[in-house]
């Protein structure tokens, strides 16, 4: 069971007593998320531990999941997709399926709470049902709108806008929009098997598990075997940067089994690699946090050259080790990168082989972003800083308007 | 002989919530026009947003101007004059925002090329929602205050000493004020509002201002 108390080492007591004094000017105001699945994506994974939090805080807190059938998962999926800009055919059923579910939801749940908080457009029409039960609305959008479908998002917007406020992960995610839009970036937890601290003798035992050598320093990207994460652009600049320094890439990702185009990804990968002995290809099963945590703190340098990526939270996990880290300018990235300060962000392979350069010649600048990037994570990117956004969030829907509030 | 305050000092903290305009530019001359109208808490979070989030750095980055300007734009020079802007000496966001606006015109009037930022690189205006709060934290003699001092957090410390003078268009930041008025202390008073805030960390500045009062209550006449 997660415990609120367990954050105080880790963050400090100046932050959990905030959270306190927070939470308890929301005067045991109910809040009630709502979402389309329990377990699986990033959206649960943080309700899982948003959701207790909150209520140890004093905020009750609930949490739903709608139901929906097979055509209704098929049509939101496809209206994912068009939102981000990936074209799609898209029927009149598809938009009558997505109402008639939102009706049948509406009549299953209970949506009494004082803030109702509705994340992505799965539930986003539950909206209709807010004035009759005149409470306040929360849109939380997970994903990237800044190039959707038109007609995905005409049908949208009118719901959006029904919304008490609207929530973004990323600026340039966002929309211009007849209602309040707040920033709130998504967070890492400190406390989970990802990113939690890891003694020496368990990494020295999972890097003999996986049969890592440590000779040289290790370069390593950890990503799906995904075009967009770039791999073989990531060996490429390993082997222009191979010719001044001595270290070894280390690519890991998740098994591709199940993904044709992951598996064609990965034998392209291994083709370019063949015969390589500075360079390791690692596939892990999903469940393993200890193992890809033990890898980061392993590496000397770590990588995320992405081309595309929604917020890209693994570049925060890099980050929360200490480890200076090479990233792609892309998404949500230059959020958690301020270049040359607290990470290196790259546009291209010949960037991306200098740095790697730069910084295994340069230990000690090295060392600088890698403490500068965990302390820019500890204020920014934990689960904490999250709980703080929501807060203030339920706390600014009785202040429209003001940007100066004593409490 | 301990001198007991007036008035005790309540430190406040204060938390920031950020809110999207929807506004965005990808030339210095959009940015300049969008700078002409936005409301003064968006002027607020570009100038003030790295001394609060990047506290444990050393003085640089100064503002998101003159970050975006060298680092996307490669402006150097303009990014430079963005950078050296004195913000200690404005006493309102509104002069602070003249003075961008006047750098922001002297070089498009002398620009040859206009380069945009590439796509996804381009300036987002943010503004800033500040909420203050009271803390436990409450003194009413110099040795109390460091007490405190040491152990609020460094966003109470931002708001006494940024807040309240630029925000809230006070004379001087909320320490001196108390010092001067609650305690007569108008040396060390003057002392505290002689410091630069802007290029330090934010521990450096609590270890300065604390050491500013010990030294003071080190001294004999006390």
């Known amino acids: 069971m997660i415990r609120f108390d367990d954050y105080v080492p880790v963050v400090g007591e100046a932050v959990t007593d905030e959270l306190r004094l927070l939470a308890d000017r ?14 699986g994506g990033g959206v649960a994974e943080i309700l899982t531990r948003m959701v207790p939090l909150l209520n140890q805080l004093g905020v009750p807190t609930d949490w739903q999941v709608i139901k929906g059938g097979d055509r209704f998962y098929a049509a939101t999926k496809k209206f994912h997709n068009a939102l981000h800009g990936v074209s799609q055919e898209i029927t009149e059923d598809d938009f009558a399926v997505y109402r008639s579910t939102q009706e049948d939801n509406l009549a299953q749940l209970n949506l009494n709470s004082d803030i109702v908080f509705v994340h992505d457009p799965q539930p986003a029409g539950l909206v209709a049902r807010k004035a009759a039960l005149g409470n306040r609305w929360i849109w939380r959008c997970h994903i990237d709108l800044s190039n959707p479908d038109p007609r995905v998002w005409t049908f949208l917007a009118p719901l959006v806008e029904q919304y008490d406020a609207t929530v973004f992960s990323a600026p340039a995610f966002a929309r211009r929009l007849g209602v309040r839009q707040v920033l709130i970036a998504p967070s890492i937890d400190p406390l989970s098997n990802k990113n939690r601290d890891l003694p020496p003798e368990t990494i020295d035992a999972v890097l003999t598990r996986l049969d890592i050598p440590r000779d040289k320093p290790l370069i390593t990207q950890v990503s799906r075997f995904d075009r967009l994460k770039d791999p073989i652009g990531v060996i490429e600049a390993f082997r222009l940067a191979r010719a001044y320094v001595d270290g070894r890439l280390l690519l890991v990702g998740g098994s591709a089994d199940d993904d044709p185009e992951g598996k064609q990804v990965l034998a392209e990968v291994r083709e370019r690699v063949a015969g390589a002995d500075d360079v390791l ?87 600088r972003l890698g403490e500068n990037g965990r302390e820019h994570v500890r204020e920014h990117f934990l689960l904490t800083r999250h709980l703080r956004d929501y ?17 | 002989m301990t001198t007991i305050a007036r008035e005790p000092f309540r430190f406040v903290t204060q938390v920031v919530q950020i809110e999207l305009t929807g506004l965005k530019a990808r030339t210095v001359a959009e940015l300049l026009e969008h700078l002409r109208v936005v409301p003064p808490s968006v002027i607020h979070q570009h100038t003030h947003r790295f001394v609060s ?144 805030p802007y290029t330090q960390t934010m521990e450096g500045l609590r270890r300065r201002v604390a050491r500013l009062v010990e030294q003071r209550l080190r001294e004999p006449s006390r």
Request: with cysteine.
């Open chain 1, 26 to 39: 929301l005067h045991g105001t109910t809040v009630c998320h709502v979402n389309s699945t329990p377990v």
């Open chain 1, 281 to 367: 290809v690692l596939e892990l099963p999903p469940t393993s946090h200890v193992e890809i945590n033990a890898i980061q703190r392993a590496s000397t340098v770590i990588l995320q050259k992405s081309l595309k990526e929604g917020f890209g939270l693994t570049v925060s996990e890099a980050l929360w080790k200490g480890k200076p880290v090479i990233a792609g300018a892309v998404g949500g990235i230059p959020l958690q990168i301020t270049h040359r300060h607290t990470g290196i962000l790259t546009h291209s392979v010949e960037g991306t082989a200098y740095w790697i350069k730069q910084l295994i010649n340069e230990p000690d600048y090295a060392r």
């Open chain 1, 391 to 407: 807060l203030l969030l339920f706390l600014s829907l009785n202040y429209p308007g003001e940007d100066f509030i004593c409490l």
């Open chain 2, 53 to 196: 989030d990047h506290q444990f750095l050393s003085p640089e980055p100064p503002n998101d101007f003159a970050y975006w300007v060298t680092d996307i734009l490669g402006e150097r020079r303009l990014g430079e004059q963005l950078a050296a802007v004195d913000i200690v000496r404005f006493r309102s966001i509104e002069t602070l925002r003249t003075a961008i606006i006047d750098i922001l015109e002297r070089y498009l009037s002398g620009a040859s090329t206009v380069r945009p930022a590439p796509e996804g690189t381009e300036f987002h205006l943010m503004k800033a929602v500040t909420f203050v709060l009271p803390t436990p934290y409450e003194a009413a003699t110099l040795e109390a205050f460091v007490h405190c001092l040491k152990k609020v957090s460094i966003h109470s410390l931002y708001h006494h000493m940024f807040e309240a003078r630029l925000r809230l268009e006070r004379e001087q930041n909320d320490f001196s004020a108390w010092f001067a008025r609650s305690l007569g202390e108008t040396d060390l008073a003057k002392a505290v509002a002689m410091l630069d």
